[in-house]
Structure formats: C-alpha cells, structure tokens
C-alpha cells in the first residue's frame, strides 16, 4: 500500500480522485499527514504503519477540506495538527449542530457511507508563529498561504526535499480557488510564489490529487498554474489541458467555467462599490 518516494517518505494513493497520503519516518514514529479516504483504507495504512514496525506519533491536515482532516481508530490517539486557522476553521465548522448534513452535500455519493465520521476534523492549531511541526523526526517545515483554502499549509520534509503540496501543484486538477477570500487570484499567485523560493530544494513533490512529481517536475507544475491563475486575473481562456476537451476527469471544465462566473461576480460588486 505504502511506495516510498524517497528517504523515509512513503505515500499512498486512493482511487479517489488520486488522493495521496504521506507517511514521515522519525526517531520515534511517523507522522500522517492527509490520511484517507475510506476506512478500509485507513485502516490498511494503520496496519502497513504497524508492520513497518511503527508507530503513528503524529498527524497533519494540510487544510480543512473534508477529505484532508480524515482519521481512524486504527492510526491511534496521536495529536493532529495543523495551522490555528485551518483548526479554528474545522472547531467552528464541528460546532453547528447540523455539520453532518452540511459536510453530506459535499462528499461523493459512491463513497458517503466508506467515509468514517467518528473522528472527522478533530485539529489542534499550532501556534500561528510556527514554522514547522513539533515532533520527533526530521524537520518539516510548515509554509502557510491563504490559496485554495484558509489555513492552508504545504510542509517541506527536509533532508529527503519533499514537498507535499496539499491542493496545489497537482498534474490533474487546475488550480481550485479559494473564492470566500477577499483576492482569490492574488493569493494563488503569491504561494506559488512561495513554492519558487524553495524550488532549488524540492526533489519530489506530492500533490493532494494526482501522480507524484520529481526535481524536473516542480518548476514546470508552478508555472502551469501561474498560467492558469494569469489567464483567470487578465480575462483570458487559459490554455490548460486540465480544463480542455481532453480534461483528466470530465467535470474539470465545469468547475473551471464555474470559477470564471464566481470571480466575474466578485469583480462586478467590487467595481459596483
């Protein structure tokens, strides 16, 4: 179940939307980062865990997304982590009564009753100053934007020079704007911004959705989605093949025409006001 990509850094694909979970080696354990989607599958990981001869010490969620903050009994009690606001995000959202019903129109309907719910979203902000993740094993350093998802952070394995990328940097999905936020498209822009400052020192990296990518790979994936977030800022078509005819998965070019109304929108009121 678990590949390992590169020096005590393993990963998981689900057929889901080829949703990756990350798996860290330390001194002590491992940290999880993104563990998903269905229980059977957080359940095989908890056992290839075990049968590494390891532990689960601590867990990570890139972002609030339903299907970044997932857990299972099997992975344990360890404390999982993420920036204060993708925690505060995640407390505000446990804190309405209805959160199932809110959270059900979101899930894929093939695989509502795979999901576990029991320990969905339960985060614990780090300090909003840090700048990577307390725990015993190599460093991992926390780069925090506001593109995609408030709260969002990518984490950089050094050593091994990993990036794991959360909702960015993917070979099959556009860039997803976080369209709540007051400048989708300047934010965008501006993490990926941070991904080229640290692009001399990535040697793998590993999207939220999609195939892994090499040293080769990093820059090229910037520049695709600073393409595609150009093109959206100026008005222009992107010339994307993942919102094409060709599209990886057919409902792409449909959220992509969806993102090009909703920033319409934004820009009529703010032009309004």
Known sequence: MLTEIADGVFVHTSDFIKSNSVVVQGGDGVLVVDPGITSDELADLADDIRAMGQRVVAGFATHPDWDHVLWHPALGEAPRL???RCAAAMQELLA?????SQLAG???PEYEDDIPMELFGLITGMPSDAVEVPWDG???RVIEHRAHAVGHAALLVE???VLVAGDMLS???MPFLDLDAADPLGDYLAALGLFEGIADD???VVPGHG????AGDVRRRIEQDRTYAEALRDGRVPDDERVGASAPLEWLPEVHEWQVERLAEKRSRFDGS
């Open 202 to 204: 990535v040697r793998a």
């Open 211 to 214: 195939s892994i990518g090499r």
């Open 96 to 100: 309405q009564a209805d959160w199932k």
């Open 82 to 84: 993420g920036t204060a």
């Open 159 to 161: 050593g091994a020079g």
């Open 171 to 173: 070979d099959i999905l």
């Open 138 to 140: 190599p460093r991992v």
């Open 106 to 108: 979101a899930l894929p």
